[in-house]
């Protein structure tokens, strides 16, 4: 399978402590995105890169959220002290920049369920 | 800031027959690209459909079709000839295409079911 992939693809946490999520894109992809996805609501944006530079980031990523792209490859999305309002779906996209005037199409992960005690 | 909105949480169809998704945004923007998106229960979400705004015609792909009316800011999705398959979370979604931001803005989602 040669998609989007994502581990764990589910946490279960207590309140307060740090979590790691994890991001492989699809090979040649260079740019990525975070999102989060509560129940009954849609996707919300929370940070995109291309290659390794952070491009956008979201007033949702409070300082207890921290993304990296180290080599422009997989991700990391970092929660630091977790609250039960970070419980939620944590999905990842990537995408290969277009040519002008075209959209790119983002390829979603399955997504990491966390859940808060 | 757009806002994309979907009216119909949940909708239902008969095998066979044609469904209509309703979506409509907020933007002050003129060239954007519009997106649906489809979420099975569990499953990652696939795009089914888009839309270049700079493009009168509307989108087709097999049995899924677009009416985008830009004036009305509307962007709904036909499903033609509906499949036990295309049952799921559809989600509209708006992309600006003025340079600078790059995400996706979603609606809230309707829920279609097919029923045999």
């Known amino acids: 399978d040669t998609g989007v992939s994502q581990n764990p693809r589910h946490k279960i946490t207590k309140r307060g402590q740090n979590v790691t999520f994890r991001c492989d894109p699809i090979?040649?992809?260079?740019?990525l995105y975070w999102y989060r996805q509560t129940l009954g609501q849609g996707p919300e944006f929370l940070t995109y890169f291309q290659n390794e530079a952070q491009l956008e980031k979201s007033r949702l990523l409070s300082d207890r959220f921290s993304a990296e792209r180290p080599k422009g490859s997989f991700s990391t999305l970092e929660i630091q002290r977790t609250e039960q309002g970070d419980s939620a779906m944590y999905l990842c996209?990537?995408?290969?920049?277009?040519?002008?005037?075209?959209?790119?199409?983002?390829?979603f992960g399955p997504g990491t369920r966390l859940t808060v005690l | 800031a757009q806002t994309v909105t979907q009216s119909q949480p949940e909708m239902s169809v008969q095998e066979a027959e044609t469904v209509t998704l309703s979506c409509t945004y907020d933007?002050?923007?003129?060239?954007?690209?519009l997106f649906w998106y489809k979420q099975p229960p569990s499953r990652q979400m696939i795009l089914v459909i888009r839309q270049e705004a700079y493009k009168q015609q509307n989108a087709t792909e097999n049995r899924f079709s677009v009416n985008f009316q830009k004036a009305a800011k509307s962007f709904s999705l036909k499903i033609s000839d509906s499949q036990l398959g295309d049952a799921a979370m559809y989600f509209c979604?708006?992309?600006?295409?003025?340079?600078?931001?790059?995400?996706?803005?979603f609606g809230k989602g309707t829920k279609l079911t097919v029923n045999p």
């Open positions: 933007t002050s923007e003129s060239d954007y690209y």
């Open positions: 979604a708006y992309r600006s295409a003025q340079g600078g931001s790059e995400k996706l803005v």
């Open positions: 996209a990537s995408s290969l920049r277009p040519l002008a005037g075209v959209a790119d199409t983002q390829y």
């Open positions: 090979s040649e992809h260079n740019r």
